[in-house]
């Protein structure tokens, strides 16, 4: 099960996962950024959104293991 986490300490909102990966992420009220939704992730767009990410605040794990971020 892949597990999408975002570091509310670093994320400074730009907003670059949420265009990446509009499915998955999204800018909330406060300036940081929430997963919506894990299971219609497309892993691509997931990776974009890491490598697009200026504080590097994204991690995503399967089954407890770093993939990436
Ligand atoms: S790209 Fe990174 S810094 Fe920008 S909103 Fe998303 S998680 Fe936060």
């Given at each position: 099960m892949l597990?999408?986490?975002i570091d509310r300490e670093s994320c400074m909102g730009s907003?670059?996962?949420?265009?990446?990966?509009?499915e998955v992420f999204e800018v909330a009220d406060d300036g940081v950024a929430v997963v919506l939704d894990v299971e219609d992730a497309r892993l691509e767009d997931v990776r974009r959104a890491v490598d697009g990410c200026p504080t590097q605040s994204i991690s995503v794990w399967s089954d407890g293991v770093l993939l990436g971020g």
């Open positions: 597990d999408i986490r907003g670059n996962c949420a265009f990446w990966a509009p």
